[in-house]
């Protein structure tokens, strides 16, 4: 499965951007899906987490009620509506893929984005 990040930026304080993940290859529908970002000098985080359907996600508790997590019906497609970005947001966002919903909330991941830059001025 390969997975494809685009939609990253560069935004003030305040704006909103949104992620796009399209993947090809093998049954992505099958997989749980999610964003995980890094930022300089810190360790990868989990952002939020869609389930193989949908129907289920979870997000990290620094941007809940901020973002938004999606899933397209055929299930290849994830985004991620962020909105009220603010300047800790600022990161490498990657896209990521694993077989069960609640392995990958626990990070454990079989398939990654190359990954796209959001930055976030003050």
């Known amino acids: 499965v390969q997975l494809e990040e685009s939609g990253g930026g560069s935004v003030q304080t305040g704006g909103s951007l949104r992620l796009s993940c399209a993947a090809s290859?093998?049954?992505?529908?099958?997989?749980?899906m999610g964003w995980f970002r890094q930022a300089p000098g810190k360790k990868r985080e989990s952002v939020a987490v869609?389930?193989?359907?949908?129907?289920?996600?979870d997000y990290a508790d620094s941007v809940k009620g901020r973002f938004i997590i999606s899933r397209d019906i055929a299930g290849d497609t994830i985004w991620l509506q962020m909105n009220s970005l603010k300047p800790e947001d600022t990161a490498v966002y990657y896209c990521?893929?694993?077989?069960?919903?609640?392995?990958?909330?626990?990070?454990?991941?079989?398939?990654w984005g190359q990954g796209t830059q959001v930055t976030v001025a003050s």
């Open positions: 990521a893929a694993g077989s069960r919903y609640s392995t990958l909330l626990a990070g454990e991941i079989d398939y």
């Open positions: 869609i389930s193989r359907g949908g129907s289920q996600s």
């Open positions: 290859g093998g049954t992505p529908s099958g997989l749980a």
